[in-house]
C-alpha cells in the first residue's frame, strides 16, 4: 500500500507539541467508499486539506438513557478541551472498527462497553479552526451501554458527565464542542432511538 510519511514537526495553532509516539501512529487511507486505499501518519492525514481516512466514533448511554460525553484532555493536540462523544479514534491499519471502538474506549474510560453496536458510518469534512487540522473521515458509528464505573485515563480525558438529551443541547449551546459532534450525533439517532427507547427523548 502506498504510504505518505510527515517528514517534520508539527505544531498545531494551539501550541501543543504532539508526542513522537503521536506523530507515528498510522491509520488506514480510504475512498469515498470506505474501500482501504493505503495508510498515512496521523498527523500527515489531518494537515489540511486532510486524506480521507477511517475514523470510528462511540456513544454510550447508561441505564436511564443518559449520554456518557468526555472532556478531551487539555493536553491533547487536537481539540483539546471541548466536550464530544464518549469516544473516538482510529482504528489501525487492519484493524476491524467494531475493535478499535471497544479497545480505545478501555484505553480512554477504563470500561469495556456493553451491547455495543454498529450504527451505521458517515463521511465528513470538519477543518478545526483552533488547530489548523481537518477532519477528513469515513467515521464507523457505534452505540452501547455503560455499566460499569469509569476509570479515565487523565492524558485523554479531562472529565466526563452524563447528559439527557435536553441537557445535552443546552450544554452544546454554552460550552465547546468538537467539530463533528453533531453530524455522528445526527447519524447515529436511529441506533440511538433503538437502544435508549422513546423514553429517552433522543
Known amino acids: 500500500m502506498p504510504t505518505t ?21 498510522m491509520l488506514e487511507l480510504v475512498d469515498e467508499n470506505g474501500i482501504t486505499i493505503g495508510t498515512a501518519e496521523k498527523l500527515a492525514a489531518h494537515q489540511a486539506p486532510g486524506q480521507l481516512h477511517r475514523a470510528f466514533s462511540v456513544f454510550l448511554f447508561d441505564e436511564s438513557g443518559r449520554l456518557l460525553l468526555q472532556r478531551r484532555a487539555l493536553g491533547k493536540y487536537h481539540s483539546p478541551g471541548v466536550w464530544s462523544n464518549t469516544c473516538c479514534g482510529h482504528p489501525y491499519p487492519g484493524e476491524a472498527p467494531f475493535a478499535a471502538a471497544a479497545r480505545r474506549t478501555y484505553e480512554e474510560l477504563g470500561i469495556s462497553p456493553t451491547l455495543l453496536a454498529e450504527a451505521g458510518t458517515v463521511r465528513y469534512n470538519h477543518p478545526d479552526p483552533a488547530s489548523g487540522l481537518v477532519e477528513q473521515e469515513y467515521n464507523h458509528l457505534f452505540v452501547g451501554m455503560a455499566q460499569a464505573d469509569l476509570r479515565p485515563d487523565p492524558e485523554e480525558v479531562e472529565e466526563t458527565d452524563f447528559v439527557t438529551a435536553d441537557e445535552l443541547m443546552e450544554r452544546h449551546a454554552n460550552a465547546p464542542f468538537s467539530a463533528w459532534f453533531m453530524t455522528v450525533l445526527d447519524a447515529a439517532r436511529p441506533a440511538i432511538k433503538e437502544l435508549t427507547g422513546p423514553a429517552g427523548g433522543w
Open 5 to 25: 510519511s510527515a517528514s517534520v514537526a508539527h505544531t498545531s495553532s494551539n501550541g501543543v507539541q504532539p508526542t513522537a509516539a503521536q506523530a507515528s501512529i
